[in-house]
């Protein structure tokens, strides 16, 4: 075999490595909500703009590369099964956690909310009843309902079904020619075009878009996620065999790394200025350019983050395997854990450095307790993503197969 088919023929353990990493920065990034001033469902008294700028480090690009890792790891299925058989697989592991999500993980989440903003006395079971009544009487200050039943951090399990679905559609009717398509995406972008071309498209799906569609995560009108999530899950998708591509990211990634950072530090001024500091006229020319800067923040963290791995994750290991098949299960129920033990540590008062350490490791020892019980109990499984028959391990994203 030649070098370039071996190279062609290479597991893709570097994304798996990311998509670990990824989902352990959102445990983070979901304890760190807590005490910031961004809206989320319980707050610290401590809250403070101190985290935010840290907490920006990942914002742009962290659930944009899961997307492009997502149709990565579609295309790769797709390569090894049929459309109609991928369809039913990815239903099946998607759509089932995801109800199964919203009726017994998600609720302790808004309780918990109700009780600290809207000074709920009910118990939790008078609260399901309203929860499965669609009850829209809890109104904040805003005039905003809170939507009951809610998906809440599982929207991106409901969004990353649709577009599956969709992959396998386009599959179904392109066939062939979405490899020929493939190979003009891989020869297009190279280069400087790496870092510029797809950064553009997110600059402009911001600029146009991010005012008129503000994020909702309701699926139906989050229009502005939809330009950004599903592009980044296409781009994903059409790259994901073409190997010289993942490769060109060892050489650009320093340089990526510095537009990153440089693009962050712009956003943190921008959003650190001063009411009445800025008229409304010079907004109207710098508010395009500052939603540009979050859109080439966005591919190029992304592009630094896959060339690194590229270069040093590219290995299998025992961890990869078992922490490759407890992402899901503990992606699932971290963020009713933080919230449920950030509201029981409440009354404790505890020093915030000290209680934001203790939520991070008794959420990542609480969701492992979990998936160590899943993954032992067949009829777990399903319900958290995994398959129906218990195996020790967790496969790697698909070989990718050598060019036509």
């Not at 914002?59 to 090894?80: E, H, K, N, Q, T």
């Not at 099946?92 to 109800?99: A, F, Q, T, Y």
């Not at 699932?332 to 490791?361: D, F, N, W, Y």
Request: some cysteine.
């Amino acid at each position: 075999m030649s070098p370039a088919s071996a190279n062609n023929n290479a597991r893709l353990y570097f994304l798996d490595w990311v998509r670990i990493a990824a989902f352990f920065v959102l445990i983070f990034y979901h304890v760190g909500m807590y005490y910031v001033t961004w809206g989320w469902h319980v707050k610290s008294e401590f809250a403070s703009d101190t985290a935010e700028s840290y907490m920006m480090l990942s914002s742009p690009w962290r659930l944009g590369l899961l997307f492009l890792i997502a149709g990565v790891a579609s295309r790769c299925m797709l390569a090894a099964t049929r459309p109609g058989a991928f369809l039913r697989q990815r239903s099946w592991r998607l759509l089932l956690p995801l109800v199964f999500g919203m009726l017994v993980i998600v609720p302790p989440q808004p309780y918990f909310e109700v009780i600290e903003k809207y000074a709920y006395q009910g118990s939790y079971a008078d609260f399901m009843q309203l929860y499965l009544q669609r009850y829209r009487g809890f109104v904040s200050g805003a005039g905003q309902h809170l939507i009951l039943p809610t998906w809440n951090h599982l929207w991106f399990v409901a969004y990353l079904w649709v577009y599956t679905m969709l992959i396998g559609a386009v599959t179904m009717v392109a066939g062939r020619h979405l490899d020929a398509l493939s190979q003009r995406a891989a020869q297009l972008l190279v280069g400087w075009k790496t870092l510029v071309l797809p950064a553009a498209v997110l600059a402009l799906a911001r600029i146009v878009l991010q005012a008129h569609y503000p994020q909702t995560h309701d699926l139906v009108h989050d229009w502005y996620n939809h330009a950004v999530y599903l592009f980044l899950f296409l781009a994903g998708a059409l790259l994901a065999r073409q190997g010289a591509f993942w490769a060109q990211l060892d050489d650009l990634r320093w340089t990526a790394l510095a537009i990153a950072l440089a693009c962050w530090a712009l956003l943190k001024i921008c959003f650190s200025l001063p009411d009445g500091l800025v008229s409304a006229a010079q907004w109207e020319w710098l508010n395009p350019l500052h939603r540009a800067g979050w859109g080439l923040c966005q591919w190029s963290a992304i592009v630094a983050v896959c060339g690194f791995a590229h270069r040093h994750l590219q290995f299998d290991s025992v961890a990869r395997r078992y922490l490759g098949q407890a992402v899901f299960p503990v992606y699932i129920v971290h963020q009713t854990l933080i919230v449920s033990m950030a509201h029981a540590l409440k009354p404790l008062r505890l020093a915030p450095g000290i209680e934001a350490i203790l939520l991070a490791v008794l959420t990542l020892t609480a969701s492992f307790a979990v998936f160590e019980v899943v993954r032992r109990y067949a009829p777990l499984r399903p319900l958290f993503g995994l398959g129906a028959a218990a195996r020790p391990v967790a496969p790697a994203l698909a070989r990718m197969p050598a060019h036509a």
